[in-house]
């Protein structure tokens, strides 16, 4: 939920709008206000006004924070009280509607701003950066510098957009696309329409879908090996997947486990060979082939991980902790029946975004299988809002 503090733009023109990230309790909502965090503030385009036009803001120590007259930075930390009047059924237009916040989104909202487009970007989670906030390793294959980890991209890619114009709508998640009146509708009942949608929701992880997966997560399942490998210190450990990142949570955590079992559903793993050559040479990691797991379990904490091994012998193994990496899927389901997908559920697009829809487009994961990078992620984005522009152009 975003709300507005107006500062005066209602007058017509282009004014000055501060955003503030607020968590929604019932009608009333408190906020701490954090100006040190360029996401979370923003200047947006008179079109966003008709969105939030009654949100009222109060500030607890009666002080508005107001541009024009005072350093916002001044009300860092401070707490507001907001009311939130009827939010109603207000509907805003904006030239492009970007869904999904990760690196692709990011791009896309700064290529708009560019290209002196009106966009929103809606992220259904509580911050942009999408998978940014999975990566816990150094990030070194991204042309412009060394990163320590995906927070340290995110940070450089929020200072590159802190100057730019765009509205950003979080905690909100797309629900329906309707095709004809080009209008995304959000979980809050919102619709927001637009001369374009560009989809940049990326991918999730795959779950092994058995007993004890959901119950257990954080009892005993970790979310990420290279984060959490000092939780799995002196304990036994299995990793479940095949590919580059089941490897790699494998090897992270053998230098902290005091055993790991890699256990894979195939007869040979599809990960890259240096990590497969890695595996070899580690006397802590006992690989199980050819078993599919059917239950993680325990009391109170993860114990045991049940496999069916070939043959469908059954073998109940002991563990700590677990690592469930099995590879990703498409957020893609909105486009279903709307948009032509592949068989694996990514969005089939042209060299410039283009989806089967006109006026759709999906940049990023959701749409580029083979190459899930922040690369292709930022680069789709700039390759899309060009079309779009270019379009638009045309057509007025
Ligand atoms: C562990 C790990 C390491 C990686 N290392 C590298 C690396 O070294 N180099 C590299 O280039 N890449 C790396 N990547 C890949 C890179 O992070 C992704 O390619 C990139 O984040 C894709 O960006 P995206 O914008 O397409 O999607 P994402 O980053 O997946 O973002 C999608 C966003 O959409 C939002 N969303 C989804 N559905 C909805 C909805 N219905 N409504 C609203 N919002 C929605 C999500 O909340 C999310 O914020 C790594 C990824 C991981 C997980």
Known sequence: MLAY???GAHSGGEGLVQFAHVGKVGNAMTVPL???DGVFFK???INSLTLFADIAVEASAGQICDKKRQDPTALSNKKCTLAMMSMGEKSGQFDVVIVGGGPGGMAAALWCDELGLTSCLIDGASNFGGQLH???NPIT????GKFDNGTAVLRAFSA????RRFTQMLDLRMTAIDRTSMTVSLDDGRDISAKAIVIATGIRRRMLGVPGETEFNARGILGSGSRDKSEASGKTVAVIGGGDAALENALILAEYAEKVYLIHRRERF???????????????IETIFEARVKELGGSSELEFVDVELAGGVSRRIAIDNAVVRIGVQPNSEILNDIADLDDAGYVIVDREGRTSVANIYAIGDVAHPTSPTIATATGSAAAAIKSIAAQMRKTE
């Open 141 to 144: 294959n991204y042309l412009g």
């Open 43 to 45: 200047h947006c385009n």
């Open 5 to 7: 503090r107006d500062t």
């Open 160 to 163: 590159s957009l802190s100057d």
């Open 270 to 284: 599809s990960a890259r060979k240096e990590f497969i050559k890695a595996l070899k040479d580690n006397d802590r």
């Open 134 to 136: 999975w990566i816990h």
């Open 34 to 36: 954090s100006v040190s």
